[in-house]
């Protein structure tokens, strides 16, 4: 190799390294800040609103105590924010609850299930994993056992569940609780902190979003 080409080899590494640590740099500063830029970002539900959503499972015991924040938020949210769930399984032993989620959803009843699920899992500590369970439990409040039963194996269900991964996978979703705010920003506890932390990153991001309206 000559002196040429090695002066031009050093600075093409040089570079390199350079717009890597550049790069780490950036992901720190978005660390730090409590959120990750999603690149590319992914799609919204309606391009007039800005979307809040949150990835969950009811056996999480995060997603649980994460609850209380964001149920409190929801309340006091602009209207100009649409709030939204999904529960994709990450984990092949999250489907029976995925499957109810998106039943309840289905049927109309996600009012009437999903405070009461979560609390049976993690409050009274009822073994809610078996569909066939998890359907007895929907009878007892006053849901069509039969129908919630066979709505969890539906294709509907199925369609939604499949949905759900793809969103998940598209932003990155490692864990949960997890929140991405208008397709663009993913914060999480371990990102943000805390519940709290997390609160913050949505109201921030949401008010720079609806800037951009």
Same mark, same amino acid.
């Given at each position: 190799?000559?002196?040429?080409?090695?002066l031009?080899?050093? %600075?093409? &590494?040089?570079?390199? @390294?350079?717009?890597? =640590?550049s790069?780490?740099?950036?992901?720190?500063?978005?660390?730090? +800040?409590?959120?990750?830029?999603?690149?590319?970002?992914?799609?919204t539900?309606?391009?007039?609103?800005?979307?809040?959503?949150?990835y969950?499972?009811?056996?999480?015991?995060?997603?649980?105590?994460?609850?209380?924040?964001?149920?409190?938020?929801?309340?006091?949210?602009?209207?100009?924010?649409?709030?939204?769930?999904?529960?994709?399984?990450?984990?092949?032993?999250?489907?029976?609850?995925?499957?109810?989620?998106?039943? %309840?959803? &289905?049927?109309?009843? @996600?009012?009437?299930? =999903?405070?009461?699920?979560?609390?049976?899992?993690?409050?009274?500590? +009822?073994?809610?994993?078996?569909?066939?369970?998890?359907?007895?439990?929907?009878?007892?409040?006053?849901?069509d056992?039969?129908?919630f039963?066979?709505?969890?194996?539906?294709?509907?269900?199925?369609?939604?569940?499949k949905q759900?991964?793809?969103?998940?996978?598209?932003?990155?979703?490692?864990?949960?609780p997890?929140?991405v705010?208008?397709?663009?920003?993913?914060?999480?506890?371990?990102?943000?902190?805390?519940?709290?932390?997390? &609160?913050?990153?949505?109201?921030?991001?949401?008010?720079?979003?609806?800037?951009?309206?």
């Amino acid at each position: 190799m000559n002196k040429r080409d090695f002066l031009k080899n050093s %600075a093409k &590494i040089a570079a390199a @390294t350079s717009l890597s =640590f550049s790069g780490i740099r950036a992901v720190q500063a978005q660390a730090h +800040r409590g959120y990750q830029v999603l690149n590319p970002p992914v799609n919204t539900r309606a391009s007039d609103k800005i979307e809040v959503l949150e990835y969950f499972w009811f056996g999480c015991p995060h997603c649980f105590a994460f609850e209380p924040s964001i149920n409190k938020w929801i309340d006091e949210k602009p209207d100009y924010v649409d709030f939204v769930r999904e529960a994709p399984p990450l984990n092949p032993g999250w489907e029976p609850h995925s499957r109810a989620f998106y039943a %309840a959803e &289905i049927m109309g009843v @996600t009012d009437k299930f =999903f405070d009461p699920m979560f609390d049976g899992i993690h409050a009274e500590r +009822r073994p809610l994993r078996q569909p066939d369970k998890i359907a007895k439990f929907a009878g007892e409040l006053g849901i069509d056992e039969d129908k919630f039963r066979k709505t969890m194996d539906s294709f509907a269900v199925n369609t939604r569940m499949k949905q759900a991964m793809q969103m998940a996978q598209a932003s990155r979703i490692r864990g949960v609780p997890s929140v991405v705010i208008n397709g663009k920003y993913l914060t999480g506890g371990s990102l943000a902190g805390s519940h709290d932390g997390i &609160i913050r990153v949505i109201n921030e991001r949401v008010a720079e979003e609806y800037a951009l309206l």
